[in-house]
């Protein structure tokens, strides 16, 4: 239960479905109650102090927000419940989510690190180019207003700015905090997303360093620091430094997109268009940290962090933030008491070695982290805020099962195509499991387990097309998706009219509607994407063969041993042939179903 205050004199009883049972905190912004509905639901109930009696432009606009707020994704923020704008004085309903502000944990622990800071970045970064596609710009991002849940990091507070800004209620004060600013704010020019990236790149460093970039003694000073010096970024990580720099420039015109900044965190090209679902999916599923294992400076390190109970957040349009303030109020004023509750250590029980290192940490966390190529339907895909679906999700699943991982300790970590082996060698994940073709170069490189599957340079065709072989595709339109060197395989033996697309999407969309005749890559994955269409079909040249393997760290002979192992269970008792039957039976494609030769463990 969240600490509280009775409800005082002059409070309302109940808010729509919800009775009030007392008082999280009151701010700048309005009183935020705890609320329950009928069905026993807790909610974050915010009563705000903006007036809209007899101002229908107000009520219409506040109706506009709150529908754009509605349509934001809830993976990196938390769901709208209920409004009213009926109300002489509206209030918003939003999600509990237990978690410490980002404030609150580097005031408490230091700054975050390594794999912390880099999820923290992008978790954030993804919710804002989510918030910015649902057309609102946040307009007061700054550490306070990011809440560390158990789940990722999440955004809070979003779009109250602009509706108290524009209600003219409160015209007396700048809407923002003066050390998150960023400069056409102080110059009273228009305000929109910019701002938003430029205070992400600001709550990076205080993020990276305890300290905001332009945070002088007074509010003049820092006002002043934000328009006209430039911040000192020495001590961000290198990769994080030239983005955060960016991000603050003071021209606003000159700053990334949100979505600009994530796909750059993500590995991904710089393109014009907006991001998509699955790269906002990508970034969410990346976001997913576990913080009692985050890394930490000095004495915190390995100390797990209290999720406090009692620090609760409402998200959303008009949300306030409610939590547990460690120190001096912040943002809204609003503040409780910490009940601290010490976390005892158990002591471990000594447990005899498997002869694997990795199996023994495995066993001894019951964690896996498993790295896999996004925006792979049928392969590896998950919606906007969904599960990952696909076969290599659902073998990886089974491997953990084996491996005794409970369900909530197995995590997936997307790794781009060219990040496979350094991901296991810097330690970011366990397995690899993503289309990882054996090689002899690459077993230098990493080991591998398996195959799990035996794919093949295919052609992907439409179910009339006559093109049953490699001549067939002489002088006809082959797809060729950027960066992709599957068709080079072609050039040698056929002449053929390249037609070019973004994507292995685009690809399948221009032979399914005539634009090309053929898309060629490995079997699994262009049958992946034909799945998503209809009347499309592998034509089983089988190319070449392309056994695709579990990756881990070198010199693992015990693991490979039981990766080997569970692969053959699953093709024994018809769990491949099952997953594959699952995830490519709408498309014309004869999938293998014996189980390739395991490789020798060494």
């Known amino acids: ?81 209920d409004a009213d ?28 690190t390594g794999e912390a800071l880099e999820k923290l970045a992008v978790g954030t970064i ?11 710009a946040h307009r007061d991002f700054k550490p306070d207003n990011v809440l560390l849940a158990p789940d990722g990091p999440r955004v809070v507070d979003f779009g109250i700015a602009k509706i108290i800004d524009e209600s003219g209620t409160i015209t007396t004060r700048a809407v923002g905090t003066p050390a998150y600013m960023a400069p056409e704010q102080i110059a009273g020019e228009e305000v929109g997303c910019p701002a938003d990236v430029f205070a992400w790149g600001s709550t990076m460093v205080f993020t990276a360093t305890g300290q905001a970039p332009f945070a002088k003694e007074t509010i003049v000073a820092t006002l002043n620091r934000v328009v006209n010096h430039e911040p000192d970024l020495d001590a961000l990580p290198e990769d994080l430094r030239p983005v ?36 906002l999916a990508e970034g969410a599923q990346m976001a997913t940290i576990d913080l009692t294992q985050a890394d930490r400076p000095g004495p915190a390190a390995g100390r797990r962090w209290p999720v406090l109970v009692s620090g609760v957040a409402v998200v959303g349009l008009a949300a306030a933030v409610a939590f547990v303030r460690l120190g001096p109020t912040f943002g809204d004023g609003v503040t409780a008491t910490p009940t601290p509750t010490p976390v ?50 659902d073998v990886a699943a089974r491997i953990a099962e084996e491996l005794e991982v409970p369900r909530k300790g197995l995590k997936f970590v997307p790794v781009g195509y060219t990040e496979r082996v350094s991901a296991l060698e810097h ?40 093109i049953t072989k490699v001549e067939h595709l002489r ?77 881990f760290r070198k010199g693992d002979r015990v693991a490979c041993e039981k990766l080997n192992e569970i692969i053959t269970a699953m093709y024994r008792d018809g769990t491949i042939e099952d997953r594959l039957e699952r995830h490519f039976a709408t498309v014309d494609f004869r999938y293998e179903t014996e189980q390739p030769k395991p490789t020798a463990c060494r």
Not at 249 to 269: C, F, I, M, N, W
């Open 427 to 466: 330690g970011r994940v366990d397995l690899i499991i993503s289309t990882f073709t054996m090689t002899p170069e690459r077993a230098k490189q990493v080991s591998f387990a398996g195959p799990y599957y035996l794919a093949h340079r295919d052609i992907l065709v439409r179910a009339s097309s006559k």
């Open 344 to 393: 005892a250590s158990p002591t471990p029980t000594p447990t005899a070695s498997t002869g694997s290192k990795l199996l023994d940490r495995i066993r001894d966390t019951g964690k896996l982290r498993v790295g896999y190529r996004t925006g792979l339907p049928g392969i590896a895909l998950g919606s906007r805020g969904g599960p990952l679906e696909g076969f290599e999700i």
């Open 1 to 81: 239960m969240p600490d509280m205050e009775p409800l005082r004199p002059g409070d309302p009883p109940r808010l729509g479905d919800y009775e009030l049972k007392g008082r999280l905190g009151e701010g700048g912004q309005g009183v935020v109650y705890l609320g329950e509905s009928g069905k026993g639901e807790r909610a974050a109930i915010k009563l705000l102090h903006v007036r809209f009696t007899g101002m229908a432009h107000a009520r219409s606009r506040f109706a506009r927000e709150l529908a754009a707020a509605r349509r934001v994704e809830a993976f990196c923020t938390a769901r709208v419940l």
């Open 244 to 279: 955060v720099a960016a991000c603050l420039r003071k021209d606003q015109a000159r700053r990334p997109t949100a979505d600009e900044v994530l796909r750059r965190l993500l590995g991904h090209p710089a393109q014009d268009a907006e991001v998509s679902d699955e790269v």
């Open 85 to 112: 704008l009926d109300g002489e004085t509206p209030y918003i309903a939003s999600e509990l989510i237990d978690g410490p502000s980002l404030r609150q944990v580097v005031g408490r622990d230091g700054p975050l």
């Open 126 to 136: 993804t919710a804002l180019a989510a918030i910015h596609h649902a057309g609102i």
């Open 475 to 551: 002088g006809k339109a082959v797809c060729v998706p950027e960066s992709s060197t599957a068709a080079g395989i072609l050039k040698d033996e056929v002449a053929f009219e390249a037609v070019e697309a973004a994507d292995m999407s685009q690809c399948a969309d221009k032979v399914l509607d005539g634009s090309a005749d053929a898309l060629v890559g490995d079997d699994l994955v262009i049958a992946g994407f034909g799945a998503r269409k209809s009347n499309l079909k592998i034509v089983g040249a089988k190319l070449t063969d392309d056994p695709y393997g579990v990756a």
